[in-house]
């Protein structure tokens, strides 16, 4: 494929101008991370603090997930991001307001950051079921890598201009930085046209919208078994690496080291980014759940006899897979699924693959203290590699092919 073909998304106007706007609003993001992060910690330096504002955002943004899916099918789905990035405006630069003039108290940050999640809630669904209406079905996957690309890159920058912001301004600066962001973002998507949907033949109740949602989802074989994959897979990715790895790493190979596997996996999903900007991903999600397997190896590894070169390897080869199912699984859901059921099938799926994350983060240390880390993370990694081996024993997940290009005006379905 050539160099235009990659980026032939981006001679699309309404493309062009809404990966405009998720670069402004994905950097702002990455920068208020860590200044919030500081900004609780400068008005209670207890880590419990931290974690009830991390909790009062995730908390409100899984129970509203479904009513976000149900909104963003109704609606026009740049309107719903437009409102969702404008409020997101508004709670940010509150905060920012708040922590400027030394009014903060952490009750005010808990209830803004809940704010925050509930807007969330809305925007997910809405941005996911986006991309299919603005670039041809032939560029659906080249759309999907640039937006990739652009994340993952500044998943490697943006906290760091962010702790820059807060070490020479303070973190009060960073997040009316964050709160801008979020406005640009709004503006950005003002000249998105998108022809409006067909509408509907009857008004729905949101309980019947739900319903709706919920029948099509179960019924859609390979839909629900990887989203069930991944409710436990996302448990064990937590607990083992994210709660257990850096207590092993800091007694192994140290907090540096940790660091760099960590950013190895960041930069493995920025080269398979570029990679599949060129190369057209077939049988989407057979791919997609073979490559996910790699994310086993860093825990094993950890847990068996950590050692930096190989654990850094790993990482950049797990990252590798990770992007490779992103992609499969994107282009499984906005091929195979109906526009005006686009939005609520990603609410299920964001629901089913959030809601045990949690678990992992809270029962893992327990279980490391009762078995030992090194044990816990061994088992973790093999049980990782069995759910997918499961997962892919469903011959509708296997067997998903691509949408041939010839049926670009089709009516899609979403049939297992």
Known sequence: MSRSGSLAPLGQRNFAWYFSSRLVNTLGAMMANIALTFAVLDIDGRAIAIGMVLAAHTIPMILLLLWGGVLSDRFPRAVVLQVSNVASAVSQGTIAFLVLTGRAEL??????????????AMSMPAMAGMVPQLVPRESLQQANALLSLTRNGLTVIGPSLGAFLVVTSGPGWALAVDALTWAVAALLLVPVKIPPRAPRAEAASTMQDLREGWTFFRSVTWLWVVVLGFGALNMIHNGALFTLGPVVAEDSIGRQAWGFVLSAEALGLLVMAVILLRFRLERPLLW???????NAAPM??????????????????????????????????QENIDDDMLSRAYSYDMLGSFIAMPIGQLAWGPLGAAFGNERVLVA?????????????????????????????????????
Not at 288 to 294: C, P, V
Not at 310 to 333: D, K, T
Not at 389 to 404: E, H, Q
């Open 288 to 294: 997609g759940m073979l490559a996910i397997i790699l």
């Open 300 to 333: 094993i590894m950890l847990g068996v006899d950590p050692v930096v070169v190989a654990l850094v390897a790993a990482a950049f080869v797990g990252g590798m897979g990770i992007e490779v199912f992103s992609m499969g699984w994107a282009l499984a859901m």
């Open 107 to 120: 009750w005010m940050i808990i209830a803004l950051t809940a704010f925050h999640g509930a807007v969330s």
């Open 380 to 416: 973790s990694g093999i049980a990782y590699a069995v759910i997918c081996a499961l997962v892919l024993c469903s011959r509708s997940v296997r067997d998903l092919p691509r949408t041939p290009l010839v049926m670009e005006d089709a009516v899609r379905t979403g049939s297992p």
